[in-house]
């Protein structure tokens, strides 16, 4: 494991905690950040016994309040191309890593860090979550997916509003909007990720995978091809082990036995 200077990583029953900690910057995301995470959650993809992985950031007041400005101030516009597509990569990264990752949206979620959230499998917000795409009033738009996957997420209406005004919102009305999945007391937030986590656990990590893989990809596809790819990998599920063990463990009404084969 490499000796993170920006950020924390641990595992325990079976989750990885990935915690960006700079709360004196309020998370900000250097381009340092994005290639320690870039290595923590390659980490975390790459340890069987990692099956979730919770990422929060520091601090009370903030999840990541925005990328760093110092870093935006000083870009020429061919840097800043290599700076957007290097920050979209480690959000491919996470988007579309093997195990669902539990966005814990602790404070300000702002630019960069709604991005980094939106990338999630699933964000949970606490009741003082603040939520945003404020480049605009930096002169900039989103880029690291802001665009586009916040109308995905919300729908085009509610997407230019948020990235046209600028606005922060609550996490009362990010919940009404859909961005995020559940608020819950900042006390409780990190407890009720461990809680959907246990859940995922349970469950055959194969069948995880490919469903993830299903609603994914499927997005970017027309309905009829996205049921061909449903169809596809509901086919592989039916050559592994954890197929038939879930089925017998059914069948004889007991606790299926997972392996992950």
Known sequence: MPDFQ????????????????????????????????????????????????????????????????????????VAAKEFTHRGQAVLDVIENLSKPVIACINGFALGGGCELALACTMRLASENAKLGQPEVKLGLIPGYGGTQRLSRLVGKGMAQQLVLTGEMISAAEALRIGLVNEVVPAAEL???????????????????????????HGLDMTLAEGLYLEATLFAVCCSTEDKNEGTRAFLEKRAADFKGK
């Open 6 to 77: 920006n950020l924390h990583y641990e595992t325990k029953n079976k989750i990885a905690y990935i915690t960006i900690d700079r709360p004196k910057v309020l998370n900000a995301l250097s381009m340092s950040v994005m290639g320690e995470l870039c290595l923590a959650f390659t980490a975390a993809n790459n340890d069987p016994e990692v099956r979730v992985v919770i990422l929060t950031g520091a601090g009370e007041k903030a999840f990541v309040a925005g990328a760093d400005i110092n870093e935006l101030a000083q870009l020429s516009p």
């Open 190 to 216: 990190i407890p009720r990720a461990e809680a959907i986590a246990a859940k995922i656990i349970a469950n055959a990590p194969l069948a995880v995978q490919y469903a993830m893989e299903a609603v994914n």
